[in-house]
């Protein structure tokens, strides 16, 4: 199993069934990127491009996909970013983190459909980092 540090960006209309490694494929007509986990393990992610999702950008054919890419129902548990065409590893996060960042990301999807931005002043994103963070 080895990481993948450098990752390409492939447009496609349909992701393929093979998938290789390095390569982040992007569907932007069906808002979906796909690529193997960086960790080496071989396993397909996907990340549907939404509001309330994974956001794609691209700058001199590099791609990054925010926010980080948290393999949290595979085996390996990576934690990883896409920026700027390399694989930027973040820390493992324990169970309590995962589940306080599912959270996180059902509110905010609840507050763009709602029309709620997120608010500090409300807890919001400073309460999430203080638990994150310990």
Not at 81 to 96: E, L, N
Request: glycine share 10%; charged share 20%.
């Amino acid at each position: 199993m080895s990481r993948v540090e450098v990752i390409s960006v492939q447009h496609v209309e349909f992701i393929p069934r093979a998938l290789s490694s390095g390569v982040l494929y992007v569907s932007k007509k069906y808002a979906t990127a796909s690529h193997l986990c960086c960790c080496g393990c071989g396993s397909t992610i996907v990340t549907p491009l939404k509001p309330g999702g994974w956001r794609y950008a691209e700058a001199d054919g590099k791609p990054t996909l925010q926010p980080s890419i948290g393999s949290w129902n595979l085996p390996c548990q990576s934690h990883y970013f896409i920026r700027h065409g390399t694989g930027a590893w973040a820390p493992q996060w324990s169970k309590q983190q995962i589940q306080d960042g599912k959270e996180w990301d059902r509110q905010e999807r609840e507050r763009h459909f709602d029309g709620k931005p997120a608010s500090l002043d409300q807890g919001g994103l400073r309460e999430w980092l203080r638990r994150w963070l310990g």
